[in-house]
């Protein structure tokens, strides 16, 4: 069976934006997994890598910063549980010193990273934000330009994939 364009960017925007598994987007659209994953295959050789551009959603959405402070927070009450642990007098002097300095070293490193990440990540939301927005307005003022806009984002998002790898 023959689909339009229309059904592949049906699929393609349900994966990314709704973050449906191929399973699910299959379920939804009664297209074929094995037609759904040649699209995708197909979209990757020609430089729309969706699984690339719906990581940067998920960045844009706030989840990895979500996930990130999170993962810092568990640090932390880990952190608190073993210092009220080190306070007590069933754990010998060295042991003690040894415990604090690990944990003030997994501290400053999970930090460390976390300020590393977050300007990329930052900047990769942005740029998302930005795209998400311009195609939403493009939709709604011109929807007759969509099919020049998908044509033009899709190698874009492969110039934005490249500059914030």
Do not use: H
């Not at 754990?91 to 010193?97: A, G």
């Not at 934000?129 to 939709?139: D, S």
């Amino acid at each position: 069976m023959a689909y339009s364009q229309d059904d592949k960017d049906k699929v393609r925007r349900a994966y990314i934006f709704d973050k449906l598994s191929l399973d699910k987007c299959v379920e939804v659209y009664g297209i074929s997994y094995p037609t759904v994953q040649r699209w995708k295959k197909d979209a990757l050789a020609s430089g729309d890598d969706w699984d690339k551009i719906r990581t940067a959603q998920t960045l844009a959405g706030g989840e990895m910063e979500d996930t990130a402070r999170e993962l810092l927070t568990d640090l932390i009450i880990i952190f608190k549980n073993t210092t009220d642990s080190v306070k007590s007098d069933e754990i010998d002097s060295v042991t003690k010193v040894k415990l604090l300095a690990s944990l003030a070293d997994s501290y400053n490193k999970a930090v460390s990273a976390n300020r590393k990440l977050m300007p990329v990540t930052d900047k990769l939301a942005i740029a998302m934000t930005v795209m998400e927005m311009l195609g939403k307005y493009i939709q709604d003022t011109k929807p007759e330009a969509m099919p020049v806009f998908i044509e033009i984002l899709v190698p874009f998002g492969e110039v934005l994939s490249k500059e914030f790898e």
